[in-house]
């Protein structure tokens, strides 16, 4: 039960609910506009309104818009789809699939599809990752994909994100972040990254916009990892974060000094490495929320970067958890803005329109 996935454009919400009927979990759009006013603590007081919804075959592993209209979702059983929001009509309808386009031993078999857990968008192209190891290339309007990795890993891959234009970073069940150049005919990653000592599984993965070497995933550990791509093929700096399972993590897309994390043990963590955050006034010291500050040490580095400083007096970083009550698992969210969008268990979903108020 509960809210799976959730993804924010600029226009509207999709959110994906899961339900213990298999046939019975939906798609939803919602509108999250001008409804209502903020509270003072920044929470949405007005109802977000349900546009329209949808069936979806299997559980919903990812989804991300492709564009102002269309929504890629991810299947647990192997499907890809696209759906398109009709606005004129305000209708939800499948608009193409590539049927199991994971699955472990027989695509043809009746039961061989495997979930696919990830995906990622750059309109008009899409990949796809999944439980069967598989990569697939995807481009919207086109029947076949343009373009699979049939081996890529020989574990789950949980997460996938775009690099540059023609790069994936993919994250496994190993502890592995690899980088995989599409140009290249060659199905092998032209870079692997490993956590050391054991091999806790990865599950989340994001890119910092604007210094593309800089790199964060969660793992099943609760820990978040930074990683400088550069140099190295360990984390620069792995820090104590959640108490279990960390579902997923974002850089603020226009305000990279920030980045969320959310988890199975019910916290949605903000991460502020912005200067002087000790001083400044912010919605993060009002309504009681816990705060706290840190320290940590990183290998030398020659890039003067907030999530990659080797000045620990400097490298101050203040850490709040927004939703200090909640006890059910956080498993999703999504950032536009200064509007913060998170789905949890208790089949709820939040928007709190004034991060940095």
């Known amino acids: 039960d509960g809210t799976s996935c959730v993804s924010v454009c600029a226009r509207c919400l999709a959110k994906s609910d899961g339900v213990i009927s298999i046939q019975d979990n939906r798609i939803s759009i919602w509108s999250v506009g001008d409804l209502g006013n903020v509270g003072l603590n920044g929470e949405y007081q007005g109802e977000p309104q349900l546009l329209?919804?949808?069936?979806?075959?299997?559980?919903?592993?990812?989804m991300q818009f492709l564009d102002q209209e269309r929504i890629v979702v991810a299947s647990s059983t192997g499907n890809v789809t696209i759906f398109r929001?009709?606005?004129?009509?305000?209708?939800?309808?499948?608009?193409?699939?590539?049927?199991?386009?994971?699955?472990?031993?027989?695509?043809?078999?009746?039961?061989?599809?495997?979930?696919?857990?990830?995906?990622?968008?750059?309109?008009?192209?899409?990949?796809?990752?999944?439980?069967?190891?598989?990569?697939?290339?995807f481009r919207a309007?086109?029947?076949?994909?343009?373009?699979?990795?049939?081996?890529?890993?020989?574990?789950t891959l949980h997460a996938v994100t775009f690099l540059r234009t023609t790069e994936i970073l993919t994250v496994n069940s190993i502890g592995q972040l690899k980088i995989w150049d599409l140009r290249q005919q060659r199905n092998e990653p032209s870079q692997i990254f490993s956590l050391t000592g054991d091999r806790v599984p990865l599950h989340c993965v994001d890119r910092h916009p604007n210094q593309q070497h800089i790199v964060a995933t969660?793992?099943?550990?609760?820990?978040?990892?930074?990683?400088?791509?550069?140099?190295?093929?360990?984390?620069?700096?792995?820090?104590?974060?959640?108490?279990?399972e960390m579902w997923e993590v974002h850089f603020h897309p226009s305000n990279p000094d920030h980045l969320f994390t959310c988890s199975e043990d019910g916290s949605l963590w903000h991460w502020d490495t912005s200067t002087s955050v000790s001083e400044k006034p912010s919605f993060l010291h009002?309504?009681?929320?816990?705060?706290?500050?840190?320290?940590?040490?990183?290998?030398?580095?020659?890039?003067?970067?907030?999530?990659?400083?080797?000045?620990?007096?400097?490298?101050?970083?203040?850490?709040?958890?927004?939703?200090?009550?909640?006890?059910?698992?956080?498993?999703s969210l999504d950032i536009l803005g200064p509007c913060l969008v998170y789905g949890t268990d208790a089949e709820a979903i939040y928007v709190n329109r004034h991060l940095f108020a």
Request: aromatic share 4%.
């Open 141 to 155: 309007d086109q029947k076949d994909a343009v373009r699979t990795i049939d081996n890529a890993d020989s574990s």
């Open 52 to 62: 329209c919804d949808i069936r979806h075959n299997g559980d919903v592993m990812d």
């Open 218 to 244: 969660g793992g099943q550990d609760g820990m978040l990892s930074i990683w400088d791509i550069r140099q190295g093929t360990m984390p620069v700096s792995l820090l104590n974060a959640h108490e279990a």
């Open 85 to 137: 929001h009709h606005q004129n009509n305000q209708t939800l309808s499948a608009n193409q699939r590539w049927e199991k386009a994971h699955y472990h031993v027989d695509r043809d078999a009746s039961c061989g599809g495997a979930a696919c857990t990830g995906v990622i968008c750059s309109n008009p192209e899409i990949v796809t990752v999944g439980e069967d190891g598989r990569i697939n290339l």
């Open 286 to 331: 009002q309504g009681g929320r816990s705060t706290t500050y840190f320290s940590h040490n990183t290998i030398n580095q020659s890039v003067v970067s907030a999530w990659l400083s080797n000045d620990p007096t400097k490298d101050r970083m203040e850490i709040t958890n927004l939703i200090p009550n909640q006890t059910l698992s956080v498993n």
